[in-house]
């Protein structure tokens, strides 16, 4: 069993920059790939970003390419999305997720995901 708990969103102008983390509790962090996701009002829930167990590996989707980044700390049982040239569509609830497996371009799909954060609020202002 794992849970997690997100932390960190927030209101920031576009152009700015916030880092989400999750904390997740458990001996096992270190067994998971870990993803972010995201959920825009009256949208569905989309994939973020995902990083492997060790952290060597990370995918991305492509509208957050080259201004997200994800890292892990297993020392810290954390996982962040530091998220810098915010635009207002990048305003959403942003949850963070476990998955048992490393998928690669695969961990962008919901259903594979064991574990799910309660979310945390990102908005960002025009």
């Known amino acids: 069993q794992v849970q997690l708990v997100e932390s960190g969103g927030g209101l920031v102008q576009a152009g700015g920059s916030l880092r989400l983390s999750c904390a997740a509790s458990?001996?096992?962090?270190?067994?998971?790939?870990m993803g972010w996701f995201r959920q825009a009002p009256g949208k569905e829930r989309k994939f973020v970003a995902a990083?492997?167990?060790?952290?060597?590996?990370?995918y991305y989707a492509d509208p957050v390419k080259g201004r997200f980044t994800i890292s892990r700390d297993n020392a810290k049982n954390t996982v962040y999305l530091q998220m810098n040239s915010l635009k207002p569509e990048d305003t959403a609830v942003y949850y963070c997720?476990?998955?048992?497996?490393?998928?690669?371009?695969?961990?962008?799909?919901?259903?594979?995901?064991?574990?799910w954060g309660q979310g945390t609020q990102v908005t960002v202002s025009s």
């Open positions: 990083i492997s167990w060790s952290g060597g590996s990370t």
């Open positions: 458990g001996r096992t962090f270190s067994s998971y790939a």
């Open positions: 997720a476990a998955d048992l497996l490393w998928r690669g371009s695969g961990s962008r799909w919901q259903g594979d995901y064991d574990y």
